[in-house]
């Protein structure tokens, strides 16, 4: 096995992140399809060596997704693809996975991406249900057919809607920041002024032009339908708690809508950048993934704090030595207190096992061009989402660039990327 080396991220595309249940009739696949088109035709690719894509709210038909969005898509039908997941790090993990193919030599190019629709969502039914239809489908004749329907009752017609809601505790993602929030002490003013923040930067990037290039139109939408240029603190103020409707903080404003949508972005090696003339927009450094014991008390949220300490160290990093901080606002409420855990001696100390805490950081270099409160969150295309955004930041601006991303199941993914120049 030879040395590894640089990874290269030349961009990527998304569609416009919309509201569930209001612009996109489509399935995964179909918005995964023309995303992978998109990325064809900015970098004129007709095949690459590996595409890695994943999804959330996957259907029982989706077993083989990744790949029929490529069979589907203006690629080669040559071209390699598989499934994977984590949570809402999942595009993240595949562009590690697609990073590492390329470090190791492996491959020289590769497409990672996700999708997630809550729209299209395959409908369950109760375990017991499930049972019961699987037993009249293998009905031999009349006479089982007949003596097994009889066996439904009214209630094994009822569907069970898919929730964002941990199995091992019975709580939503909502219930759990509630849980930190309060731990923490973050108030309802800091987590609105997180979110007005959000969309201020995120209406300004539009202004400026800066998504003209990252998003593709599609099924008529050109531009993402949760931005609020127009909101207030004070708007924001006036909305009711979401989760603990008696002392909660979080709300429908400071935390992330129900959104569908697609990104990708495309890799190479360095070799591969020059003989096809493709300017480098950033390096990939490292990254690195951790997990919380959520079951026991911990925040289910927190384990970024984990992650980002682990990979600062083994890069031998502050959290200071960096120039954007892209930090993924699952709710506003996640992010202040991740900022609030680096900040704290105790728990540098207990839990990330650190004698000095990680410290502050620039607020102004954090998640400069909008985040997930503004510009939406499908679950599993957030990562790739982050990883252009970045990458663009970084083509223009000379430096050095963190990703935290927090997980459902208590997991969390963090990466380092630098500028071309840097």
Known sequence: MQNTRRVAVIGGSRIPFVKSFTKYSQTNQDMLTATLNRVADIYNLDRVDEVVLGTITKSGTDWNLAREAVLGSKLSNQTPAFDIQRACGTSLEATMAIANKIALGQIECGIAGGSDSNTKVSLEFSRGASDKFIQL???RNMGEMVSRISQFRPGDFKPVSPGVT?????????DHCELMAKEWGIS???QDQLAFESHQKG????EEGFYNDLITPFSGVEA?????PDTTVEKLAKLRPAFDKATGTLTAGNSTAMTDGASAAFLCSEDYAKKNGLPVACYIRDAQAAAVD???????????TVAVSKLLERNQLSLQEFDFYEIHEAFAAQVLCTLKAWEDPGYCKEILGRNEPLGTIDRSKMNVKGGSLALGHPFAATGTRIVATLAKILSHNKGRGLISICTGGGMGVAAIFESADS
């Open 137 to 139: 489908s293998r009905a």
């Open 166 to 174: 941990e199995p091992r505790t019975g709580k939503s993602m909502g």
């Open 188 to 190: 309802r003013e800091a």
């Open 203 to 206: 209406a300004k990037a539009y």
């Open 224 to 228: 993402d339908g949760i931005l609020r």
């Open 294 to 304: 959520f079951i026991a008390g911990a925040g289910l949220l927190m384990a970024p």
